[in-house]
């Protein structure tokens, strides 16, 4: 077993969790785990898995990633370019393209000069059918126009009166919404909803700030397995434990006194946080930082 491992290994049995906890926090298959723990990588795909589950495995048992690296560097392996064989395949396609695209740019310019030819002719059969005809019932139907100018007439009246009752239906609106303003305003207020906003996030830290709220409940619940620890502003935890959807698969504390609630959570992925009721959107996408610490910070409701 090497130092990194034995460290690793070290820290999750202080923490109580069992390398089938880590494999679920994680995603990271059991024998990768133990792989890592005797410091065995040949069983892994390659250097950069290697690499990607050591840090994986460092967050989630709440280690920084980086010292890791730093501190156990002659034991972990370089990355190395691995992918270069499917650059080179790539470059290879990209070429194979570009010679089957030579033959198509010679015909492409004959295509277009037949689509041109079509277009024109089409256009040309258009006009000679709508406007020449046109021109000939015109001619034939002189009596055509006595007929339009009736209707026209007829229109602009039809206009006038659709106007005249417009403004009267407009006026008669304006009064209503004058009444309905003035009793408005002899009604309370109505009170604004909460807002729960970000504030900062860097790294796995994410700050957030909690307005006009009556209360301040938080309430955790998972959908797999994590470890949590809720605690306020001067560091007290009030729950701090595992989350299962076999065992106890929510927690819910009572903030409404505290003005600070600090939440680490070890496995952002299957665990939702809840501030009264409203689900807190991660800043950091869980996806890409598994274990976060969360601040809301109480603002004070103005009188």
């Not at 040949?42 to 690296?69: C, H, T």
């Not at 009030?238 to 819910?252: I, M, N």
């Not at 996806?287 to 809301?296: A, E, F, K, R």
């Amino acid at each position: 077993m090497t130092e990194l491992g034995n460290r690793l290994k070290e820290a999750r049995l202080a923490k109580n969790l069992s390398l089938d906890d880590v494999q679920s926090i994680t995603k990271i298959q059991k024998r990768y785990l133990i792989g890592i723990e005797e410091g065995n990588y040949s069983s892994m795909p390659g250097n950069f898995y290697v690499r990607a589950f050591i840090k994986q495995y460092s967050e989630a048992l709440q280690l920084d990633p980086d010292e890791i690296f730093e501190t156990y560097k002659n034991e972990i392996p370089a990355a190395l370019n691995d992918d270069l064989p499917n650059q080179l395949s790539r470059v290879k396609t990209r070429k194979n393209i570009s010679e089957g695209n030579s033959k198509i740019f010679d015909v492409l310019p004959k295509i277009l000069i037949g689509i041109f030819i079509i277009g024109a002719a089409s256009l040309l059969y258009y006009f000679l059918t709508h406007h020449v005809g046109s021109k000939s019932n015109q001619t034939a139907n002189p009596g055509n126009e006595q007929v339009k100018f009736a209707k026209s007439a007829e229109l602009e009246k039809a206009k006038t009166n659709t106007t005249d009752n417009a403004i009267k239906n407009s006026t008669a609106k304006n009064n209503n919404s004058a009444a309905m303003q003035d009793t408005g305003n002899t009604q309370a207020a109505v009170p604004s909803p909460q807002e729960l906003t970000v504030v900062q996030s860097v790294g796995k830290n994410s700050s957030y700030e909690l307005k006009n709220a009556d209360k301040f409940v938080l309430k955790l619940v998972s959908k797999g397995k994590t470890w949590v620890n809720i605690k306020n502003g001067s560091g007290r935890s009030f729950f701090s434990g595992t989350l299962t959807t076999t065992g106890t698969s929510s927690q819910t504390v009572d903030f409404t006194k505290e003005d600070k609630a600090v939440i680490v959570v070890g496995n952002a992925i299957d665990t939702d946080i809840y501030v009264n009721d409203q689900k807190l959107e991660y800043a950091i996408a869980p996806t890409s930082v598994v274990s976060q610490n969360v601040t809301i910070q109480l603002v004070p409701k103005t009188k």
